[in-house]
């Protein structure tokens, strides 16, 4: 299914998922519904509403949504293995972050862009992850030290935990306590934008992570939660929550 590929890139090159730091929601319903259906036609209509929007009125906000929504395209585009398609929205991307770094009130949100502006040019070149690996795990103390209250970076630091060998820190204990403080996170403020796409893929990388643990039980429920936020979301409705309860058996 066309999720899929893009859930396996944003597991491995996770990128901001919520508004940490700033309080306005630009979230794009038409980006949520193209995740929800797999739809990637939506996806980049959604992409091209943003675009006119922020030339029309360049708020912080909507670029921030822009740049979060061409980092889920980048993931469907590594997935399938498009790599020269993708580097072309890598860079694109890229100028978008140091767009975004000039608003303070997103300086969480930027710091763990970087990350994944980093593990997205592994992901072209997987040769360059001795030089590139080392500077992602420093950009990420950065973001830390910055963003401790956000879910932003509580995700970055999950996936960082989930990848990185034993000796390095790495534990998947560690991600899925970093995932559940992500979506603690998430929920902190009272309510969640309704179109807010990465909340809901926070839960399915959680599940997925327990799944590989073997926690068949927890990765089940994290998929209930997410159908409950929204039941027609087709992948974990069709896909993932069969197999998990398949597993219970």
């Known amino acids: 299914m066309k999720h899929k590929a893009i859930a396996l890139m ?19 319903c038409t980006i949520y519904k193209g995740y929800i259906t797999g739809n990637m036609e939506l996806w980049k209509k959604g992409m091209q509403e943003l675009q006119e929007q922020f030339r029309r009125d360049p708020k912080a906000c909507t670029l921030y949504t822009l740049a979060e929504a061409r980092y889920g395209y980048i993931g469907y585009l590594l997935g399938k293995n498009e ?8 860079e694109v991307f890229g100028e978008e972050i140091e767009q975004l770094a000039t608003f303070p009130g997103y300086r969480a949100e930027t710091e763990a862009f970087r990350v994944a502006l980093l593990g997205f040019r592994m992901g072209l070149n997987p040769a360059r992850a001795m030089t590139l690996g080392p500077k992602a795990l420093k950009q990420l103390e950065t973001a830390m030290q910055v963003g401790t209250n956000s879910a932003v970076v509580w995700i970055e630091k999950a996936n960082s935990e989930a990848h990185m060998p034993s000796f390095a820190g790495g534990s998947r204990e560690k991600s899925a306590a970093s995932f559940r403080e992500a979506l603690r996170l998430f929920e902190a403020g009272g309510s969640v934008a309704p ?7 926070t839960m399915v990388l959680l599940g997925q992570l327990l ?12 998929y209930l939660r997410a159908l409950k936020r929204e039941p027609d979301f087709q992948w974990v409705r069709d896909e ?10």
């Open 211 to 222: 799944d590989k643990m073997g926690d068949y039980q927890g990765s089940r429920e994290a």
């Open 195 to 201: 179109c807010n796409w990465r909340y809901l893929n």
């Open 83 to 90: 790599k020269d398609l993708a580097r072309l929205q890598i």
């Open 10 to 28: 944003l597991m491995l090159l996770t990128l901001p998922a919520v508004f940490g730091a700033a309080a306005e929601d630009c979230s794009s």
């Open 240 to 249: 993932l929550l069969p197999e998990a309860e398949g597993k219970l058996k």
